[in-house]
């Protein structure tokens, strides 16, 4: 890992300042990153952290209805990147985001756009389940109440029950709905923060890594829960495990030191990966 | 022939001890190239030596020292002929002695010396030189007896890393102790005090009555004046200075705490933070004479413009000056709350489109609650036992009202004013105060206990 980043900065470093501001050198990606039926549409999106630049002109589409696996080394920009879908890099001090990130056609980097119902169109799961310490029905009742989703206790219970229900953990909690969040074993708590994401009925979702602070058999069951979920939303995930990657999502994107080094059909990036770069992350010569 | 000079060669010989022990170990081993064959570093062979050297010495010194006197003069009242202690109260017995020991040190005598009490003072005299002379001989056989021991028992085979790790243990158990007894002597000579003054006044007055006035008479002959001491007024008048005090110092700490951690960029947090401290750092007697010279007159200015009756002395400028000396206890008490929030929190907010303020207040505020509540009940015992600015500020007036403008006197007020100035120890005036001290105490103890107990409890939440 840290040989990953010195290497990064070794080439930043290296590079002029002429290149730094326009002729830098960007890779070209392998692979088709369009998709037949996009919700999201990015383009040459580049992000920097002060001086620093972590993602170089990255172009990709999430399309309707199907999962897109993220995977690369450590430190290779994949959370940047998808942390630049829903405008989270917007609470990092020093973090500028250039190039188009479109949401349905609507540009979501647009001066005049609120970030706020947008993150509500973009939802987010974190790496590690970070549910609040109030009750399970509190931590689901959370986005529709700031957003006024409902208007009586009744559609409320509706809308609770129904995201525990998608997101697979009604039935565990059914009983306890007034228990602390943090009470629940780390599958339940990362499956309640997904019932809460689900809760204002957002359009993508993003997880970055959301099995890695868990146990196989939770990891199992969520990523059932993500084949299921696939169905009525569009799905970014973050992943270190090249299994899970395999088994949840139909495209994968192999970044590599902030460049998009290869997007295409999971199928074909683990059988047959064109670029060697590829190649060799995945048969674990590097990474 | 000073106890110092003994303690230093006490010190001499522990040094020595260290070096005989030492060199005794390697020897022992078989030379400085088998110190491994010994069970523990020669270092240790030498501080066990040194200790034994030195522990049992000083000890030794310390109970003779503590007990030589007493012994002495035990001794010489015995000698004394039963005609001249006849008839003595305690005290003046006390005096006698005193008289004695005077004469044998060679100080001023305050009555004319009698052969028999010279004869007690040459007495005592020798006594004392001969004790001298023994506690010189036992603390150095002690010394040197048990750096013979050490020596007898240093062998290879010998635990010493273990045993000086022990003795060290015990050191620190010792020194420990003593601060935690010294506590648990306050408390009760407190509440012995406190005890006698309740034989005197009964708890229901005290805790009851709502008249205070401890004036007791002097003199048996004197008219009036047998005290009342209803401390209600005292309780009320706390309670309002402090409930003034906190309306100040939680609003505003609490706002600057979500202000400096939530919203400060870190240039401004970098100079306001500090700045806020100072307010710590100020002595409370400078609050007082600020509350007393510049807050007071101003509040009664304000209140006579206004048509008020204000009293140059009130709750109100007493509680306002104490609240702000409070609030950098409160901000950053609860900055260091609101900051051990995870960031994480915060994130799953934001990605659910939560705004930054409504983040705070339906996230951050409600898991920082119990951790800002334990900071608040600390500021409250503070409070409650701050006693500068409402001597200076509040008055001495125990008034029962619920007049913030009126002057009343709180609880740490009265304590001062009855211990200040010649006293009796043994009225029910002086005694009083320790009754009141108790109470302080006791309403500060279980504050701070329930106050820990939650923080405590909230750190738990995020391990
Ligand atoms: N908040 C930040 N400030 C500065 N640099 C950051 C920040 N977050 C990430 N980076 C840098 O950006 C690069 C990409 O990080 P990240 O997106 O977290 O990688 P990944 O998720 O693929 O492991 C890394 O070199 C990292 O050091
Ligand atoms: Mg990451």
């Known amino acids: ?287 | 022939m000073q106890t110092s000079t003994l303690l230093i060669i006490v010190l001499g010989l522990m040094s020595l001890a260290y070096y005989v022990g030492r060199k005794r170990a390697i020897v022992s081993a078989g030379g400085a190239g088998r110190i491994s064959t010994l069970h523990s570093l020669p270092t240790y062979y030498g501080l066990y030596a040194a200790l034994w050297a030195g522990i049992p010495a000083i000890l030794l010194m310390a109970l003779w020292t503590a007990f030589q006197d007493e012994i002495l003069v035990t001794l010489v009242k015995a000698e004394l002929p039963g005609s001249m202690l006849e008839g003595l109260t305690p005290g003046a017995v006390g005096l006698l002695v005193n008289d004695i020991k005077n004469l044998a040190s060679g100080a001023i005598v305050s009555r004319v010396a009698t052969p028999e009490m010279q004869a007690a003072a040459d007495r005592f005299s020798l006594f004392s030189q001969i004790a001298v002379w023994a506690m010189w001989l036992g603390v150095l056989a002690f010394a040197v007896g048990g750096m013979a021991f050490a020596w007898a028992r240093t062998k290879p085979q010998m635990r010493a890393r273990n045993r000086v790790e022990s003795i060290f243990m015990v050191i620190l158990v010792v020194f420990s102790s003593i601060a935690i007894l010294t506590t648990l002597g306050i408390v009760l000579s407190v509440l012995f005090e406190s005890l006698r003054f309740f034989q005197e006044i009964s708890p229901l007055d005290f805790f009851f009555g709502t008249l205070w006035s401890p004036q007791t008479a002097l003199r048996a002959d004197q008219v009036g004046a047998t005290g009342a001491f209803g401390a209600v007024p005292l309780f009320t008048g706390t309670l309002m200075v402090s409930t003034i005090a906190m309306l100040v110092a939680v609003p505003i700490g609490l706002m600057s705490a979500i202000y400096l951690s939530e919203y400060a960029p870190r240039r401004v947090r970098s100079w306001a933070k500090p700045t806020l401290e100072v307010l710590a750092g100020v002595p409370t007697v400078v609050y007082g004479f600020f509350a007393a010279l510049t807050v007071a007159p101003f509040i009664r200015e304000l209140g006579m413009s206004m048509g008020l009756d204000v009293a140059s002395e009130s709750a109100l400028a007493a509680g306002l000056v104490m609240g702000v000396m409070i609030i950098p206890f409160v901000s950053s008490l609860s900055e260091d709350v609101i900051n051990a929030v995870p960031q994480a929190m915060r994130d799953g907010s934001y990605a659910l489109g939560a705004t930054q303020s409504e983040t705070i207040r339906r996230v951050i505020i409600p898991a920082a609650l119990p951790g800002i509540v334990g900071g608040v009940l600390l500021a409250v015992s503070r409070a409650i036992g701050e006693t500068m600015i409402v001597v200076m500020a509040a008055g001495l007036a125990a008034n029962l009202t619920a007049n913030p403008l009126d002057s009343v006197t709180t609880v740490t007020v009265q304590i001062v004013t009855l211990l200040t100035g010649d006293q009796e120890f043994d009225s029910a005036k002086t005694m009083a105060a320790f009754a009141l001290g108790l109470t302080l105490f006791a309403v500060t103890l279980v504050l701070n206990v329930i106050a820990l107990q939650i923080v405590r409890k909230y750190r738990e939440q995020y391990e």
């Open chain 1, 1 to 287: 890992m840290s040989t990953t980043v010195d290497d990064m900065s070794r080439r930043i470093g290296a590079m002029s300042s002429a290149e730094l501001a326009g002729g830098r050198e960007s890779r070209v990606t392998v692979g088709d990153v369009t998709c037949a039926n996009p919700r999201m549409v990015c383009r040459d999106v580049d992000v920097f952290y002060g001086s620093t630049q972590a993602i170089k002109g990255v172009s990709l589409d999430i399309g309707k209805n199907e999962v897109v696996s993220m995977i690369g080394p450590s430190g290779c920009g994949k959370s940047t990147f998808l942390r630049c879908l829903n405008r989270m890099n917007d609470t990092i001090d020093g973090c500028r985001v250039t190039g188009s990130i479109k949401l349905d056609g609507q540009d979501i980097y647009d001066k005049g756009l609120d970030p706020v119902p947008l993150r509500a169109q973009v939802g987010m799961v974190f790496q590690k389940p970070n549910p609040f310490p109030k009750s399970i029905y509190e931590n689901v009742a959370y986005g529709p109440r700031i957003h006024g989703l409902t208007n009586s206790k009744a559609e409320l219970d509706e809308v609770i029950e129904g995201s525990l229900q998608k997101a697979g953990l009604w039935n565990e909690v059914k009983d306890r709905l007034d228990k602390p969040g943090t009470g629940l074993s780390g599958g339940q708590q990362q499956r309640l923060c997904i019932a809460r994401t689900i809760a204002v009925s957002p359009e993508v979702i993003l997880m970055d890594e959301p099995c890695s602070a868990l146990d196989p058999i939770a990891t199992a069951i969520i990523e059932e829960l993500i084949d299921e979920l696939r169905a009525n939303y569009s799905i970014a995930i973050v992943t270190h495990s090249m299994q899970q990657a395999a088994r949840v999502s139909q495209r994968t994107a192999y970044f590599h030191l902030g460049d998009l080094i290869e997007v295409g059909e999971t199928n074909q990036i683990f059988t047959n990966p064109k670029h060697r770069l590829t190649e060799d992350y995945i048969t674990g010569r590097f990474g």
